[in-house]
T-cell receptor
């Protein structure tokens, strides 16, 4: 069983600011880490994933993974009101068919 | 293009009544299929997964069962609903082994009264 914890629970930023979200997991054998975006009443949609230590950049998104500290972070540059949603961190184990989710960070970007 | 269809969109059911939720994936051959559940305000939890027709593995025990009668169909059911079964049920799919993206349906909102 993998434990995934996210912080903060809620984040409010002004439009144009950087949004920084954190996630810790319990097992260093975790295979890959995914970030999903979920709007109210909808299914999650994958944003970005990372497997190796270090960072990965896609558009306005950058994710950092540190396996030694069991920590991954997501940074959204130039945050927009349309980015307002719940962001979920998900971790897969050696059994790739199971994803463990954190409880999410609710991001609100104010115009 | 791949599409995932869940039915029904929403249900209100009585405690002790049976339940059947369905999911169909079109445009993909032999997908991996998943059922997830999210209590209101709660964490998304994986319930089941299936790699092939007729084979379903349980991840979390919630007095629910799942079946995969066809390559593109996944069914979630129980004979007796509990109040604790209320929540948002999501069907999802992925392709292949290893680090692959999971695609979610639009979900079914279940209220048990």
């Amino acid at each position: 069983q993998e434990k995934v914890q996210q912080s903060p629970e809620s984040l409010i930023v002004p439009e144009g600011a950087m949004s920084s979200l954190n996630c810790t997991f319990s097992n260093s054998a975790s295979q890959s880490i995914w970030w999903y975006q979920q709007h109210p009443g909808k299914g999650p949609e994958a944003l970005i994933s990372i497997f190796s230590n270090g960072n990965k950049k896609e558009g306005r998104l950058t994710v950092y993974l540190n396996r030694a500290s069991l920590h991954v972070s997501l940074h959204i540059r130039d945050s927009q009101p349309s980015d307002s949603a719940v962001y979920l961190c998900a971790v897969s184990m050696s059994n790739y068919n199971v994803l463990y989710f954190g409880s999410g960070t609710k991001l609100t970007v104010e115009p | 293009a791949q599409t995932i269809h869940q039915w029904p969109v929403a249900e209100i059911k009585a405690v002790g009544s049976p339940l059947s939720l369905g999911c169909t994936i079109k445009g993909k051959s032999s997908p991996n299929l998943y059922w997830y559940w999210q209590a209101t305000g709660g964490t998304l939890q994986q319930l089941f997964y299936s790699i092939t027709v007729g084979q379903v593995e349980s991840v979390v025990q919630l007095n629910l069962s799942a079946s995969r009668p066809k390559d593109d169909q996944f069914i979630l059911s129980t004979e007796k609903l509990l109040l604790s079964h209320s929540g948002f049920y999501l069907c999802a799919w992925s392709q292949g082994q290893g680090v692959t993206e999971v695609f979610f349906g639009k979900g079914t909102r279940l209220t048990v009264v």
